[in-house]
């Protein structure tokens, strides 16, 4: 591992040097023969005792939620401060508010028609369960149909057309229409295309309060919501996804919705309440900035960034650590290991052209 890690570290940071010490493009300048020596300097020893530290019991597994993964931050601002490497802001530290959904008991959903008679009634079960993509608002409005709940222009697809979904509630088939051609979607669109996300987002931009996905398989409501998550297990969301996606967001299986279809099919007046029942606590993680300031002033506009994501698993409900030390320790080494060779070269009059960040990412284990 200490050759091989120490080669790649030295390739990454040559290859990074290569861009930032450019004047007028990426192969326009030469490192300096300063710079190169204190890449050279990078030592085996210090790329396994970051490896070694960030990967062992103290550390918990550097999981989102734990207080292995607050050691690793503080280790890692240290490792940068030892370096001689400039904190990116204020502070080492660039704060991101997460929110742990979980599911209370009070989630429901009540379907009656314009006399008041119930169609459906359900509790979270294998029948009806709100998604871990719901926001935390109840909502009550008339219920639409809205096919498979997708607009795709660039496919010459809306099932929107003809729904009036604003401040409604919308029922939604998963999937996607057989019909759909989607070799003229790139390989990122495609992926997620059917995906929960894609019809929640659909929905709000049509201006709905709240979305039900018919399925044939709800699964099990603890699977989807552990009472007791661990720290690997545990889910999480950006605070600010909730503000952005409030509306709530619920599977309903294909027999629970027989009913409901038939009696819009019919026609007939039908309004909708919908309680995710989800509550939601806050925790906050810090991502973990390093800054070498470039030398050229007509390119302050410019940087470069090299980054690794810092956290990993944690522990499994047993009390198991997944160390993770190729995912990530062994990249946040090489990043530590090179913030400290980019400040010793300017320290030593061999700053780059562009000014260099050096990010330490948290969360990424969590999406």
């Known amino acids: 591992m200490r050759s091989g890690l120490r080669h790649r570290a030295r390739v990454l940071a040559l290859a990074l040097a290569g861009i930032a010490w450019a004047a007028s493009g990426p192969a326009s300048t030469r490192v300096p023969d300063g710079a190169e020596r204190a890449f050279d300097a990078v030592s085996a020893d210090r790329l396994r005792h970051h490896v070694e530290t960030l990967a062992s019991d103290a550390f918990a597994g550097r999981g989102v939620g734990h207080e292995g993964n607050r050691r690793a931050e503080e ?11 400039a904190p990116a802001g204020d502070t080492y530290f660039q704060p991101v508010g997460l929110d742990h959904p979980s599911l209370g008991g009070d989630a429901r959903l009540r379907i009656i028609d314009r006399n008041g008679t119930a169609i459906a009634d359900l509790t979270a079960g294998t029948e009806f369960c709100p998604l871990p993509e719901s926001g935390d608002r109840d909502a009550s409005a008339r219920l639409v149909d809205a096919g498979y709940g997708i607009t795709a222009p660039e496919l010459q697809h809306d099932d929107y057309a003809r729904v009036d979904a604003r401040d409604a509630i919308v029922l939604v088939v998963e999937g996607t229409p057989d019909r759909l051609d989607y070799s003229r979607l790139p390989d990122a669109e495609r992926a997620g295309f059917a995906g929960v996300e894609r019809k929640r987002t659909d929905a709000e931009r049509h201006g709905a309060r709240g979305l039900l996905i018919v399925t044939s398989f709800v699964g099990d409501v603890h699977t989807i919501w552990p009472e007791h998550p661990s720290v690997r297990t545990a889910t999480y969301r950006l605070a600010s996804e909730l503000e952005t996606h409030p509306i709530a967001v619920a599977a309903i299986s ?4 027989a009913p409901i279809r038939r009696a819009l099919a019919a026609r007939k007046v039908v309004t909708a309440t919908l309680t995710p029942g989800i509550a939601v606590s806050g925790v906050t993680v810090d991502n973990v900035l390093g800054f070498v300031e470039g030398a050229d002033p007509a390119k302050r506009d410019e940087m470069i960034v090299l980054g690794a994501h810092l956290d990993h ?4 409900a047993e009390g198991h650590i997944y160390h993770g030390a190729d995912d990530n320790a062994s990249g946040t080494a090489a990043v530590l290991a090179d913030a400290a060779a980019f400040a010793d070269a300017a320290a030593h009059g061999w700053r780059p052209a562009r000014g260099v960040v050096f990010a330490l990412w948290n969360g990424e284990e969590k999406g």
């Open 75 to 85: 280790y890692i601002a240290a490792s940068l401060r030892e370096g001689g490497v």
């Open 254 to 257: 294909t027999r629970a919705a």
């Open 313 to 316: 698993d944690g522990l499994d």
